[in-house]
């Protein structure tokens, strides 16, 4: 996701400066006609490359969206094996201080 989104961003700047240069070469009588259509052929396939990269990108946000309700339920039952294992280990806990306690108690055991 994190490649599709970059490679999504860096195309969308290539796109944008290819615009500005598209749209200061019109405005310029300077720039040969040429030149113009070159830098207009330039901003066409600069588009082209947009969509089919966004095109991806979108792709993979759905593949990635359609993978949360599965997600959430692996996490809620990961969740639930860690309060089970939790519980074990608090009642193990007391029952281990609960023996050293009566062990330790002199009051109960005359030797």
Known sequence: LDKARRAYHKVSRKEHAAKERDFHAQGNPDVSIDKQ????????????EAEKVRARYEKVLEEVNRYVPRY???MESIFDQ??????????????????????????????
Do not use: C, G, P, Y
């Open 37 to 48: 259509k070159k830098i207009q052929e330039e901003r066409e396939l600069a588009q082209q």
């Open 72 to 74: 959430m339920e692996e």
């Open 82 to 111: 860690s309060q089970d294992e939790e519980r074990r280990r608090i009642v193990f806990l007391k029952e281990a201080f609960l023996s050293i306690h009566t062990h330790l108690d002199v009051t109960n055991n005359e030797r």
